[in-house]
Protein backbone atom coordinates (compact mmCIF):
# COMPACT_ATOMS: atom_id res chain seq x y z
CA UNK A 1 0.00 0.00 0.00
CA UNK A 2 1.65 3.66 -0.45
CA UNK A 3 2.11 6.23 1.81
CA UNK A 4 -0.82 8.16 0.13
CA UNK A 5 -3.26 5.55 0.05
CA UNK A 6 -2.38 4.66 4.22
CA UNK A 7 -2.08 8.38 4.52
CA UNK A 8 -5.86 8.88 3.36
CA UNK A 9 -7.29 6.04 5.38
CA UNK A 10 -5.76 7.15 8.15
CA UNK A 11 -7.92 10.26 7.60
CA UNK A 12 -11.00 8.53 6.94
CA UNK A 13 -10.73 6.57 10.24
CA UNK A 14 -9.76 10.01 12.27
CA UNK A 15 -13.10 12.17 10.38
CA UNK A 16 -15.42 9.11 11.06
CA UNK A 17 -14.22 8.98 14.97
CA UNK A 18 -14.42 12.60 15.17
CA UNK A 19 -18.05 12.62 13.64
CA UNK A 20 -19.01 9.98 16.02
CA UNK A 21 -17.67 11.44 19.56
CA UNK A 22 -19.04 15.37 17.73
CA UNK A 23 -22.19 13.40 17.49
CA UNK A 24 -22.05 11.50 21.38
CA UNK A 25 -21.76 15.09 22.80
CA UNK A 26 -24.78 16.73 20.61
CA UNK A 27 -27.03 14.13 22.76
CA UNK A 28 -25.54 15.14 25.77
CA UNK A 29 -25.92 18.62 25.05
CA UNK A 30 -29.41 18.24 24.22
CA UNK A 31 -30.34 16.53 27.02
CA UNK A 32 -28.81 19.01 29.37
CA UNK A 33 -30.24 21.63 27.75
CA UNK A 34 -33.81 19.59 28.02
CA UNK A 35 -33.18 19.13 31.52
CA UNK A 36 -32.31 22.61 32.00
CA UNK A 37 -35.37 24.12 30.69
CA UNK A 38 -37.67 21.88 32.32
CA UNK A 39 -38.65 19.55 29.43
CA UNK A 40 -38.76 15.94 29.04
CA UNK A 41 -36.38 13.76 26.51
CA UNK A 42 -36.97 10.89 25.09
CA UNK A 43 -33.97 8.34 24.63
CA UNK A 44 -35.09 6.43 22.28
CA UNK A 45 -37.44 8.65 20.53
CA UNK A 46 -37.18 6.62 17.27
CA UNK A 47 -40.51 4.60 18.28
CA UNK A 48 -42.93 6.10 16.33
CA UNK A 49 -45.69 3.75 17.82
CA UNK A 50 -47.22 4.10 21.23
CA UNK A 51 -45.72 0.24 23.28
CA UNK A 52 -48.09 -2.07 23.89
CA UNK A 53 -47.94 -4.64 26.58
CA UNK A 54 -44.61 -6.77 26.38
CA UNK A 55 -42.80 -4.21 24.86
CA UNK A 56 -40.05 -2.30 25.97
CA UNK A 57 -41.11 0.83 27.90
CA UNK A 58 -39.67 3.91 26.22
CA UNK A 59 -36.80 5.39 28.39
CA UNK A 60 -37.13 9.38 28.63
CA UNK A 61 -35.80 12.53 31.49
CA UNK A 62 -37.99 14.41 32.86
CA UNK A 63 -37.61 16.98 35.56
CA UNK A 64 -39.54 16.99 38.76
CA UNK A 65 -41.34 19.83 40.74
CA UNK A 66 -38.34 21.00 42.54
CA UNK A 67 -36.51 20.95 39.19
CA UNK A 68 -34.68 17.82 39.50
CA UNK A 69 -34.15 15.21 36.72
CA UNK A 70 -35.27 11.53 36.67
CA UNK A 71 -34.65 9.04 34.08
CA UNK A 72 -36.67 5.73 33.74
CA UNK A 73 -33.61 3.72 33.34
CA UNK A 74 -32.13 4.68 36.43
CA UNK A 75 -34.95 2.61 38.05
CA UNK A 76 -33.72 -0.30 36.37
CA UNK A 77 -34.16 -4.12 38.82
CA UNK A 78 -37.45 -2.19 39.95
CA UNK A 79 -41.09 -2.23 38.87
CA UNK A 80 -41.89 1.58 37.97
CA UNK A 81 -45.88 3.40 37.97
CA UNK A 82 -46.07 5.64 35.92
CA UNK A 83 -49.39 7.27 36.66
CA UNK A 84 -50.63 10.55 34.27
CA UNK A 85 -53.04 12.72 36.87
CA UNK A 86 -54.34 16.34 36.63
CA UNK A 87 -55.73 17.63 39.51
CA UNK A 88 -58.54 19.90 37.31
CA UNK A 89 -59.80 16.84 36.74
CA UNK A 90 -63.08 15.16 38.35
CA UNK A 91 -61.69 11.55 38.00
CA UNK A 92 -58.53 12.33 39.34
CA UNK A 93 -60.05 14.39 42.33
CA UNK A 94 -62.10 10.79 42.90
CA UNK A 95 -58.66 9.10 43.82
CA UNK A 96 -57.23 11.75 45.09
CA UNK A 97 -60.48 13.28 47.54
CA UNK A 98 -61.25 9.55 48.59
CA UNK A 99 -57.78 8.34 49.37
CA UNK A 100 -57.69 5.94 46.69
CA UNK A 101 -54.95 7.05 44.71
CA UNK A 102 -52.60 7.88 47.77
CA UNK A 103 -53.30 4.56 49.40
CA UNK A 104 -52.31 2.58 45.84
CA UNK A 105 -49.24 4.73 45.74
CA UNK A 106 -48.17 4.03 49.40
CA UNK A 107 -49.10 0.41 48.89
CA UNK A 108 -46.93 0.13 46.05
CA UNK A 109 -43.53 2.19 46.96
CA UNK A 110 -43.98 -0.31 50.71
CA UNK A 111 -43.40 -2.95 48.13
CA UNK A 112 -39.75 -1.46 46.79
CA UNK A 113 -42.09 -0.52 43.72
CA UNK A 114 -41.23 3.28 42.01
CA UNK A 115 -44.06 5.27 41.67
CA UNK A 116 -43.74 8.46 38.88
CA UNK A 117 -46.71 10.76 38.88
CA UNK A 118 -46.90 12.72 35.30
CA UNK A 119 -48.17 15.95 34.70
CA UNK A 120 -48.86 16.25 30.78
CA UNK A 121 -51.05 19.47 30.98
CA UNK A 122 -49.87 22.29 28.48
CA UNK A 123 -48.92 25.16 29.69
CA UNK A 124 -51.74 27.18 28.10
CA UNK A 125 -54.31 25.08 29.56
CA UNK A 126 -56.82 26.48 32.37
CA UNK A 127 -55.76 23.35 34.17
CA UNK A 128 -51.91 23.66 34.05
CA UNK A 129 -50.22 24.11 37.63
CA UNK A 130 -47.08 25.50 37.87
CA UNK A 131 -44.83 23.10 39.50
CA UNK A 132 -45.02 24.75 42.83
CA UNK A 133 -48.40 24.85 42.78
CA UNK A 134 -48.54 21.34 41.28
CA UNK A 135 -46.32 20.37 44.33
CA UNK A 136 -48.52 21.85 46.89
CA UNK A 137 -52.08 20.01 45.25
CA UNK A 138 -50.07 16.62 45.49
CA UNK A 139 -49.25 17.33 49.01
CA UNK A 140 -52.29 18.53 50.93
CA UNK A 141 -53.95 15.41 48.94
CA UNK A 142 -51.65 13.50 51.06
CA UNK A 143 -50.29 12.01 47.74
CA UNK A 144 -46.76 10.33 47.46
CA UNK A 145 -45.29 9.53 44.37
CA UNK A 146 -41.25 8.72 44.28
CA UNK A 147 -41.52 11.48 41.85
CA UNK A 148 -44.42 13.85 40.33
CA UNK A 149 -42.85 15.15 37.24
CA UNK A 150 -43.61 17.69 34.58
CA UNK A 151 -44.76 16.83 30.79
CA UNK A 152 -46.07 20.62 29.50
CA UNK A 153 -45.07 19.83 25.91
CA UNK A 154 -46.32 16.45 26.04
CA UNK A 155 -43.68 14.29 24.96
CA UNK A 156 -44.02 11.38 27.22
CA UNK A 157 -47.29 11.23 27.45
CA UNK A 158 -47.75 10.77 23.22
CA UNK A 159 -44.77 8.36 23.01
CA UNK A 160 -46.64 6.20 25.62
CA UNK A 161 -50.32 6.83 24.03
CA UNK A 162 -51.79 8.18 27.77
CA UNK A 163 -55.13 9.26 26.70
CA UNK A 164 -56.43 10.04 29.93
CA UNK A 165 -56.41 11.51 33.78
CA UNK A 166 -56.12 8.76 35.41
CA UNK A 167 -53.83 6.40 32.88
CA UNK A 168 -51.48 4.02 34.13
CA UNK A 169 -48.58 2.21 33.09
CA UNK A 170 -46.38 -0.20 34.95
CA UNK A 171 -42.81 -1.08 33.92
CA UNK A 172 -41.46 -4.53 35.13
CA UNK A 173 -37.19 -5.08 36.16
CA UNK A 174 -36.41 -5.60 32.82
CA UNK A 175 -37.74 -2.07 31.52
CA UNK A 176 -40.35 -4.30 29.90
CA UNK A 177 -44.08 -2.97 30.20
CA UNK A 178 -46.54 -5.10 31.79
CA UNK A 179 -49.67 -3.10 32.12
CA UNK A 180 -51.21 -0.34 30.75
CA UNK A 181 -55.35 1.12 31.58
CA UNK A 182 -57.24 2.57 34.15
CA UNK A 183 -56.86 2.31 37.74
CA UNK A 184 -59.88 0.16 38.54
CA UNK A 185 -62.30 -1.27 36.62
CA UNK A 186 -65.49 0.89 37.40
CA UNK A 187 -65.38 3.97 35.25
CA UNK A 188 -67.29 6.55 37.26
CA UNK A 189 -66.39 10.39 39.12
CA UNK A 190 -68.16 8.51 42.10
CA UNK A 191 -66.12 8.21 45.04
CA UNK A 192 -69.02 5.96 46.03
CA UNK A 193 -68.26 3.27 43.67
CA UNK A 194 -64.53 2.83 44.64
CA UNK A 195 -65.22 -0.19 46.93
CA UNK A 196 -67.12 -2.47 44.92
CA UNK A 197 -63.76 -1.66 42.04
CA UNK A 198 -61.69 -3.74 41.11
CA UNK A 199 -57.77 -1.82 41.66
CA UNK A 200 -56.05 -3.26 38.96
CA UNK A 201 -52.81 -1.47 39.79
CA UNK A 202 -52.97 -3.17 43.61
CA UNK A 203 -53.79 -6.40 41.51
CA UNK A 204 -51.03 -6.45 38.72
CA UNK A 205 -48.24 -5.73 41.23
CA UNK A 206 -49.72 -8.78 43.78
CA UNK A 207 -49.63 -11.12 41.40
CA UNK A 208 -46.18 -9.87 39.77
CA UNK A 209 -44.76 -9.83 42.97
CA UNK A 210 -46.04 -13.69 44.18
CA UNK A 211 -44.64 -14.81 40.49
CA UNK A 212 -47.77 -15.18 38.71
CA UNK A 213 -49.10 -13.57 35.30
CA UNK A 214 -50.98 -10.96 35.36
CA UNK A 215 -53.97 -11.44 34.71
CA UNK A 216 -55.67 -7.88 33.64
CA UNK A 217 -52.56 -6.45 31.62
CA UNK A 218 -54.29 -4.19 29.18
CA UNK A 219 -57.39 -2.81 30.45
CA UNK A 220 -59.69 0.34 29.51
CA UNK A 221 -58.36 3.52 30.91
CA UNK A 222 -61.18 6.06 31.97
CA UNK A 223 -61.44 9.81 32.85
CA UNK A 224 -60.76 13.31 31.56
CA UNK A 225 -59.06 13.86 28.27
CA UNK A 226 -55.63 15.24 28.23
CA UNK A 227 -55.02 18.14 27.92
CA UNK A 228 -52.50 18.10 25.70
CA UNK A 229 -49.94 21.00 23.46
CA UNK A 230 -51.63 21.51 20.40
Not at 28 to 47: D, E, H, S, Y
Request: glycine share 10%.
Amino acid sequence: MSTSSTSGSRSYRAARDARAALSRASRRAIMTAAVALGATFMLNAQAAAAPAVGQPAPDFVAVDTAGTPHRLSDFAGKFVVLEWTNPGCPFVGKHYGSGNMPATQKAAIAKGVVWLSINSTERGHGDYLKPEALAAWMKAQSGAPTALLMDEDGVIGRTYGARTTPHIFIVDPKGTLVYAGGIDSVASARAEDIKSATNYVNQALGEAFGGKAISAAATRPYGCSIKYKT
